[in-house]
Every structure is written in structure tokens, then in C-alpha cells.
């Protein structure tokens, strides 16, 4: 089975193929990536009409990129599996429609995957893992711990009250007057800086919840920042590592907590794994600090390459195949509509922050 992948829930345009042999051995045929940074830097986030006018100019291009390295004709591939949801819906729209046109060119089948589902099934692409597993999800529009008991059947067991952590990694940077993308800039200013120096607040510590808040933290910095501004190089760089550490203790507490609940949900299993996926996975210390923390707890902490844990559109090709293996693509997916949130666990209890749109993702 092949599948053609489109992904453009964010800043990036990715096309890929994904191929699942006959003994079960998955490969990545292409994954191609078109980055929207440069587009975004003066602005310091992402500007989602940017976004969507970039992947209007550029995805024929990269789905035909993607396409010749895999050494594929369209005609090869059996299905064409595109975001759908949740993300910028500007983005969503250009990807999923021109997934709709590709898919009926071709007489191809289409299937509309939630981003979210593609990061909660990546290890399987990568790592072979077996359900059920606990997925910790770590980006800029999402922090959630989710348990992932099968192909659609989830249960999201904490998420963000307010910031996502990435989002809060992104605004640190743009208050210290760092470059655009924040968190990787916000690691390397902290590896030269004193952590001991300020001391922040480690939201929700103690909390039998299990959810996560990000913006007491945000504050926090802003005001240790006013208070001895103009900021000098070490200033920056020691606020960055208190902000990094007060991030990392507060991961291990309260998704410490999810690795307890998951332990006794589940006696029997050996040694389960933690999947963390996201951007924010791609922080060495966070890594680290979860590493050791599934030790403790006598879990596997197992994380994909670091181009495979940010967005990019292999994960949405093997979530359509894993859909497609499981019967789960819908008769009518042509009439399948964009959605700017789309939880993972519609049964979830809404978060706060719910509106008119619904429930967070």
C-alpha cells in the first residue's frame, strides 16, 4: 500500500509517500518540506494569511517534488491522505482541497486525517510500537497527554489550560527580543545562562490534574525582564535558563503524574512507552528530563527523529494508510470539510478556552 501525503496545517508544505510492504516493513519513500520561516521572522509568529498564500503558491510544487523522489507516479499510489484539521484554516483549506482534486484526477481514495492523529501515530512508522501506548504531545499549538489504545481510539488525559508550550517557548523569545522560531533560540541562549538565578513559578505543581498552564509562567518571565531591563547578553541568557528549567521541573511533575495513571491502567505491560512528538520535543533538556523520568517509572521513552516530530506530511500519509488498514476512511470523505479544531478525543470534556468553534484540540 501507497500514500501520498499533504500537510499544511501550519507554516510548513510538505508532501510525502509512505509505503507499507506486503511483510509489514514501512518505508518513507520521500518527505519533502517546504519551510515558511524566512516568511514569518520579521513578524515574530506565524501570520496565517502569509501561510496560506505561500501554500497556495508552492504545494503542486512540493506534492511533484515528493513524488519524483519517491520514483512514483500518481497512478501507483492508493490513496491521498491530507490534514484536515485541527490547524490555521487557511492552510487547511489549500491542502485539503488540492488533496480533493488530486484524489479525484487520479480516482484515487481520500482520506482526511487529523494532524494530531499523524504525531499520536508516528512511532509506529518509525518504531514499529504496539498499542496501547501514552503519547505526550509537545508543539506550538498543542500540549496534551493522550493515551492511544488503537487507530481512532483515543483518550486525552490532560491538555493546556491556556498557552501551549511551544506557544509560551515562542513568546519568552519574541519578550527577550529573540529571533523567530523562539524555542530553539531559547535552548541555545540557556546553555550559557545561570538557571539559579530567577526563580519561576512551576504552574499547577501538586495538582492531582493532570492538566498543564503555561501563561503564569510567560508572565513571570515578563516581569523579571522589566524589572532589570535594559537586558544585558547574560541577562537574556539567565532568564532563558531559569525559564527552561521552571518548563523542564514542571514536565516531570505533572506528566509524572500521567505516567502513574498509566502504569496502574495498565499492570501487565513490561516496559510501555512515552511518545513524545511535537517541536518542543526537540529540546535536549526536555528530552533528558523525560528520559530519566520514564526510568523511574519503568517506561520506554521513545521519540522519533527530530524531522519526524515536527510537522511534516509522512506522519499524514502513514495515518492514512493506518486508516485505510483499519477501515476507518469514510464513504462520503469528498464532502469532508476543513476544521479549525478537531479534538482528538471528541469525548474529551471541553478545556477551558472552549468558544463558538468548539473544544480545543
Given at each position: 500500500?501507497?500514500?501520498?501525503?499533504?500537510?499544511?496545517?501550519?507554516?510548513?508544505?510538505?508532501?510525502?509517500?509512505?509505503?507499507?510492504?506486503?511483510?509489514?516493513v514501512?518505508?518513507?519513500?520521500?518527505n519533502?518540506?517546504?519551510?515558511?520561516?524566512?516568511d514569518?521572522?520579521?513578524?515574530?509568529?506565524?501570520v496565517?494569511?502569509?501561510?496560506?498564500?505561500a501554500?497556495?503558491?508552492?504545494l503542486?510544487?512540493?506534492?511533484?517534488?515528493?513524488?519524483d523522489?519517491?520514483?512514483?507516479a500518481?497512478?501507483?499510489?492508493?490513496?491521498?491522505a491530507?490534514?484536515?484539521g485541527?490547524?490555521?484554516?487557511?492552510?487547511?483549506?489549500?491542502?485539503?482541497?488540492?488533496?480533493?482534486?488530486?484524489?479525484?484526477?487520479?480516482?484515487?481514495?481520500?482520506?482526511?486525517?487529523n494532524?494530531?492523529?499523524?504525531?499520536?501515530?508516528t512511532?509506529?512508522?518509525?518504531?514499529?510500537l504496539?498499542?496501547?501506548?501514552?503519547l505526550?504531545?509537545?508543539?506550538?499549538?498543542?500540549?496534551?497527554?493522550?493515551?492511544?489504545?488503537?487507530?481512532?481510539?483515543?483518550?486525552?488525559?490532560?491538555?493546556?489550560?491556556?498557552?501551549?508550550?511551544?506557544?509560551?517557548?515562542?513568546?519568552?523569545?519574541?519578550?527577550?527580543?529573540?529571533?523567530y522560531?523562539?524555542?530553539?533560540?531559547?535552548?541555545?541562549?540557556?546553555?550559557?545562562?545561570?538557571?539559579?538565578?530567577?526563580?519561576f513559578?512551576?504552574?499547577?505543581?501538586g495538582?492531582?490534574?493532570?492538566?498543564?498552564?503555561?501563561?503564569?509562567?510567560?508572565?513571570?518571565?515578563?516581569?523579571?525582564?522589566?524589572?532589570?531591563?535594559?537586558?544585558?547578553?547574560?541577562?537574556?541568557?539567565?532568564?532563558?535558563?531559569?525559564?527552561?528549567?521552571?518548563?523542564?521541573?514542571?514536565?516531570?511533575?505533572?506528566?509524572?503524574?500521567?505516567?502513574?495513571?498509566?502504569r496502574?491502567?495498565f499492570?501487565?505491560?513490561a516496559?510501555p512507552a512515552?511518545?513524545?512528538?511535537?517541536g518542543?520535543?526537540?529540546?535536549k533538556?526536555?528530552?533528558?528530563?523525560?528520559?530519566?523520568?520514564?526510568?523511574?517509572?519503568?517506561?520506554?521513552?521513545?521519540?522519533?527523529?527530530?524531522?519526524?516530530?515536527?510537522?511534516?506530511?509522512?506522519?499524514?500519509?502513514?495515518?492514512?494508510?493506518?486508516?485505510?488498514?483499519?477501515?476507518?476512511?469514510?464513504?462520503?470523505?469528498?464532502?469532508?470539510?476543513?476544521?479549525?479544531?478537531?479534538?482528538?478525543?471528541a469525548g474529551?470534556?471541553?478545556?477551558?478556552?472552549?468558544?463558538?468553534?468548539?473544544?480545543?484540540?
Open positions: 500500500m501507497r500514500m501520498l501525503g499533504i500537510e499544511t496545517s501550519c507554516d510548513e508544505t510538505a508532501a510525502s509517500v509512505v509505503e507499507l510492504a506486503d511483510d509489514g514501512s518505508r518513507i519513500l520521500s519533502v518540506v517546504l519551510s515558511q520561516i524566512e514569518h521572522a520579521a513578524f515574530g509568529g506565524v496565517p494569511e502569509i501561510a496560506a498564500r501554500h497556495v503558491e508552492t503542486d510544487g512540493v506534492i511533484e517534488a515528493a513524488l523522489e519517491a520514483g512514483v500518481l497512478g501507483a499510489v492508493d490513496g491521498v491530507a490534514t484536515a485541527p490547524g490555521l484554516i487557511g492552510g487547511l483549506i489549500v491542502g485539503l482541497m488540492t488533496a480533493k482534486a488530486v484524489a479525484a484526477a487520479a480516482g484515487k481514495q481520500l482520506v482526511p486525517v494532524h494530531l492523529e499523524g504525531h499520536a501515530l512511532a509506529r512508522l518509525t518504531d514499529g504496539d498499542f496501547p501506548y501514552l505526550l504531545l509537545v508543539s506550538g499549538g498543542h500540549t496534551q497527554v493522550v493515551l492511544v489504545r488503537g487507530v481512532g481510539d483515543y483518550e486525552r488525559w490532560a491538555s493546556t489550560i491556556d498557552d501551549a508550550l511551544g506557544e509560551a517557548f515562542d513568546k519568552t523569545a519574541k519578550l527577550l527580543g529573540l529571533p522560531p523562539g524555542g530553539p533560540n531559547v535552548e541555545k541562549q540557556a546553555a550559557t545562562g545561570d538557571p539559579t538565578r530567577f526563580s513559578p512551576r504552574p499547577l505543581r495538582e492531582a490534574r493532570l492538566d498543564f498552564s503555561f501563561s503564569g509562567l510567560k508572565t513571570a518571565v515578563r516581569q523579571a525582564a522589566s524589572a532589570i531591563a535594559p537586558l544585558s547578553d547574560q541577562d537574556v541568557a539567565d532568564i532563558c535558563a531559569a525559564f527552561q528549567l521552571a518548563i523542564t521541573e514542571t514536565l516531570e511533575e505533572r506528566v509524572g503524574r500521567s505516567l502513574t495513571r498509566f496502574e491502567a499492570p501487565d505491560l516496559r512515552l511518545v513524545v512528538a511535537g518542543v520535543a526537540a529540546n533538556a526536555i528530552r533528558a528530563a523525560l528520559e530519566e523520568l520514564c526510568e523511574r517509572h519503568g517506561m520506554n521513552l521513545v521519540a522519533p527523529p527530530l524531522h519526524l516530530c515536527t510537522d511534516n506530511a509522512a506522519m499524514i500519509a502513514w495515518a492514512g494508510i493506518e486508516r485505510m488498514r483499519a477501515g476507518l476512511v469514510e464513504d462520503d470523505a469528498m464532502g469532508f470539510a476543513p476544521r479549525s479544531r478537531w479534538p482528538l478525543d474529551a470534556a471541553p478545556i477551558i478556552g472552549s468558544g463558538k468553534r468548539g473544544a480545543k484540540a
